[in-house]
Every structure is written in C-alpha cells, then in structure tokens.
C-alpha cells in the first residue's frame, strides 16, 4: 500500500511563492510517475504537473508552465516549486502516484492520491 502526505501549503500574496512536498511511503518510489493536481472550490480537479519514475522527463499544464518545477529527491519525496502565484492558483493541491508509469495527465491514471494540502494565493 502507498501512502502519499502532503504539506507545504499555506497562504501567499498574489506574486509570491511557495513549495509543496509530497512525501511517499513506498518501498519503491522510483517505479511509480508522480503527479500534482489541483482542485478550486465548484471545479473538477486538474492536472497541474508530472514527472516520470526516473526523474527524466516533466510535462506541466499550459496555465502553470515557466512558472511551477515538478521535481523529486528520488528517494521518497516530490516537490512542487510554485513561482509568481495568481489567485487563479487558489485551491486544494493533491499528489498522486501511478506504478503503471504512463506519464498521464488525466486523474483516472493515478492509482494513489494524497489527502492534499491548501493553497491560497490573495490578490
């Protein structure tokens, strides 16, 4: 069983920056591609950022690109590096695992999901 707690969260001015992480309890964190997704108060949840088992490749959303880093310490932990926040970035952001490393963007490849951690960014 994988377990994946997040923390990291907490409130920003619009502008600003902040770091979440997504620490893993598996045996073997490289063979899963981790992802970040987000979900706004009376929106579905979506995808935010990915990374592959090894580390080597990232794919991001259109609306987070230049500004978010996907990136692991290929041990147990993902990070997710957020610069120049907006308060369109406001919400509730999960990590989730996906051991059939299909690098994907959809919610419905990830078998794992966190409890998540509360962004918030004022304007």
């Known amino acids: 069983q994988v377990q994946l707690v997040e923390s990291g969260g907490g409130l920003v001015q619009a502008g600003g920056s902040l770091r979440v992480s997504c620490a893993a309890s598996?045996?073997?964190?490289?063979?899963?591609?981790m992802g970040w997704f987000r979900q706004a108060p009376a929106k579905e949840r979506e995808f935010v950022a990915a990374?592959?088992?090894?580390?080597?490749?990232t794919r991001y959303a259109d609306s987070v690109k230049g500004r978010f880093t996907i990136s692991t310490d290929k041990k147990n932990t993902v990070y997710l590096q957020m610069n120049s926040l907006n308060p369109e970035d406001t919400g509730v952001y999960y990590c989730?695992?996906?051991?059939?490393?299909?690098?994907?963007?959809?919610?419905?490849?990830?078998?794992?999901w966190g409890q998540g951690t509360q962004v918030t960014v004022s304007s």
């Open positions: 989730a695992a996906d051991p059939g490393q299909r690098h994907s963007t959809s919610t419905t490849a990830y078998v794992y």
């Open positions: 598996v045996r073997t964190f490289s063979s899963y591609d």
């Open positions: 990374i592959t088992a090894g580390g080597g490749r």
